[in-house]
């Protein structure tokens, strides 16, 4: 069966879009998501592109801030902050990768975005929070593979489970929701030995590396999600070489039309997500503030 992430991701949106018109007025205290872009990278643009009619449609605000390439990790910094302190702005993302003169301060420039408005789930408060199992949101794209496996009711409890690919971004956090929903996962990575031998015993294989169809054969009746998206001749095709792996696999997800939108959809549900607790939290500021007047007064 070839898992059709684009039907999963509209269902998503279309709540999301659902939540969004029967409790705020669009254009006014709706979420409103910021993306910052650096540079002129093609691929970047069509998911900012993605990203903002994905808003559109569901009713956000949204705002892109397109930075030079030669922009320097102070101006960067300066316009995350700019952003933090807009109490209009719900998220704030920060489109990676970066240019190359800033991507050795990735994690420097990731961190000076509020974890209250880290849609991406990428500073380490919140990842350290999603390790410890009390975050509010997760990673988009590991989110969006949970769903998948949702969606065709696949119990995770007891399976044994290889994520190839350790990235902050997708493997490290997919392997942590994987473990919280008590299956057995092993991660491999560049060092990895025998990688085969492992993918060949994995009841479920996820695939996150960026080498186009790298992975040839999988065990029989597995379930295969390939997140790769590696662009060849202006053709998408993944970590997967699917037309041989869709013999072997019970389920498997296509590139593109796999992880790809449930990606986008899980950036709308992290924005209403953090939107709705950045308004709790004014919410019982003021009752705080309230508590402490009348205090004053008696
Ligand atoms: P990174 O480059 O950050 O990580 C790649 C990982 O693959 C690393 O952990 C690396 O190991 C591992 N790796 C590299 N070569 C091998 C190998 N031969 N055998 C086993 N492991 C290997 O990539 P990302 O995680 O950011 O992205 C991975 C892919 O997913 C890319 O194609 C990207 O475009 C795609 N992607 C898709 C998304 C979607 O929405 N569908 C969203 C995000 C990413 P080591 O740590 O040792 O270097």
């Known amino acids: 069966m070839v898992i059709d992430g684009k039907a999963i991701a509209e269902q998503i949106k279309e709540n999301v879009r659902e939540r969004v018109l029967s409790h705020y007025i669009i254009g006014e205290n709706a979420p409103k998501l910021?993306?910052?872009l650096v540079g002129e990278d093609k691929a970047s643009k069509v998911y900012v592109k993605s990203k903002i009619k994905a808003c559109d449609e569901c009713g956000f605000g949204s705002l892109v801030i397109n930075l030079d390439e030669n922009a320097t990790k102070e101006e960067l910094i300066n316009v995350i902050n700019f952003l933090n302190k807009d109490s209009s702005i719900s998220g704030i993302l920060v489109q990676l990768p970066l240019p190359n003169s800033l991507e050795r301060y990735r994690n420097e420039i990731i961190n000076a975005i509020s974890p209250d408005k880290d849609v991406d789930c990428l500073t380490d408060e919140n990842l350290g929070k999603l390790y410890s199992g009390k975050g509010l949101i997760a990673p988009c794209t590991a989110t969006g593979i949970i769903k998948i496996i949702e969606?065709?009711?696949?119990?995770?409890?007891g399976k044994d489970v290889v994520v190839v690919g350790r990235s902050l971004l997708v493997g490290k956090p997919v392997s942590t929701l994987l473990q919280n929903n008590n299956a057995t996962v092993t991660t491999c990575h560049s060092y990895t030995k025998n990688l085969q031998e492992k993918i060949d015993k994995a009841e479920l294989l996820i695939v996150?590396?960026?080498?186009?169809?790298?992975i040839k054969s999988v065990k029989k009746g597995s379930f295969v999600i390939d997140v790769g998206i590696n662009r060849i001749e202006d053709k998408l095709v993944g970590d997967v070489d699917?037309?041989?792996v869709s013999t072997e696999a019970k389920f498997i997800t296509p590139v593109p039309g796999g992880v790809g939108p449930l990606t986008v959809a899980c950036l709308l549900e992290n924005t209403l997500k953090l939107h709705e607790n950045n308004l709790q939290k004014i919410e019982n500021n003021y009752e705080n503030n309230e508590k402490i007047t009348s205090l004053k007064e008696y």
């Open 242 to 244: 699917f037309d041989k």
């Open 151 to 157: 969606s065709v009711n696949y119990n995770l409890e």
């Open 34 to 36: 910021a993306c910052i």
């Open 208 to 214: 996150a590396v960026g080498k186009p169809k790298m």
